[in-house]
């Protein structure tokens, strides 16, 4: 069964707001375990706009499940991945000037270089993932670096605002999937995701994670965190294997 893993970014997104203390992420990644979520993200941005150093290191520590680290393939973060210790890491491109992470990594090209910054993390035994667009050739890369998973990006996809424009990006996700499962790499989706849109993919196989931030804290907004996450557990756990 496809589940559904928590990013808590936009809690440090809201706290930053005021440089304060409130709210913490952390206590929202045990509270979105409690209600669901069987795993937590955060990334770890180097300009540190939202997420802290601190958050990563207390979510570790406080985590139930799963830490999925999201972060760019620098030296620094590395570093941090080493003595984090998360279960697993996702490679993401980075833009200072970026509002959120708006394509997926370029692979192609940087096979060897991709799968040299990955080895440590391997040895460590952290699993990791390539957070990539849903293009033939960058599935085939990320299968040469030797991710055991990739996460393709639905953002193009959610932002669509044509119909056509919006099957077209489906379509692409939905051959993502295929090739990828084809070549026996592991598929989480992720980005721009909400109640509504991510039902495309109630009777897709082959999808093991959604990752999944802004829709759900913009939800608890209004009716809490708890039922945010419940109400979207609920909808994954309706979807096919
Ligand atoms: N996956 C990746 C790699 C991301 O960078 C993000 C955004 O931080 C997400 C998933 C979650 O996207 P959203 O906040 O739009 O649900």
Not at 154 to 182: C, F, M, P, W
Not at 216 to 230: C, P
């Amino acid at each position: 069964m496809p589940v559904l893993c928590v990013n808590v970014d936009h809690v440090a997104t809201l706290r930053q707001a005021r440089m304060g203390i409130e709210p913490e992420p952390a206590t929202a990644a045990y509270m979105a375990e409690m209600a669901g979520a069987v795993g937590i993200i955060t990334h770890l941005r180097e300009d540190r706009r939202h997420i802290q150093d601190r958050d990563v290191e207390m979510i570790r520590k406080t985590c139930n499940t799963r830490l999925h680290f999201e972060m760019a393939a620098t030296a620094e973060m590395q570093g941090i991945a080493l003595d984090i210790d998360p279960e697993t890491v996702c490679l993401v491109p980075e833009k200072r000037e970026e509002l959120t992470t708006e394509g997926g990594l370029n692979c192609v090209g940087r096979e060897a270089e991709l799968k040299e910054f990955l080895a440590p993390l391997h040895a460590k035994g952290i699993r990791s993932s390539l957070f990539i667009d849903a293009d033939p050739a960058q599935i085939e890369a990320a299968n040469t670096i030797g991710a055991e998973f990739i996460e393709i990006h639905t953002g193009h996809y959610a932002d669509a605002k044509e119909i056509n424009e919006r099957n077209v990006e489906l379509s692409r996700i939905l051959d993502g999937i295929r090739q990828a499962r084809n070549l026996g790499l592991k598929v989480n989706l992720g980005h721009g995701l909400n109640y509504r849109n991510i039902l495309a993919f109630k009777n897709v196989p082959g999808i093991s994670e959604y990752s999944i931030g802004h829709s759900i804290m913009a939800r608890a907004i209004y009716v809490g965190l708890d039922r945010a996450v419940r109400d979207m557990a609920e909808i994954i756990r309706t979807f096919v294997d």
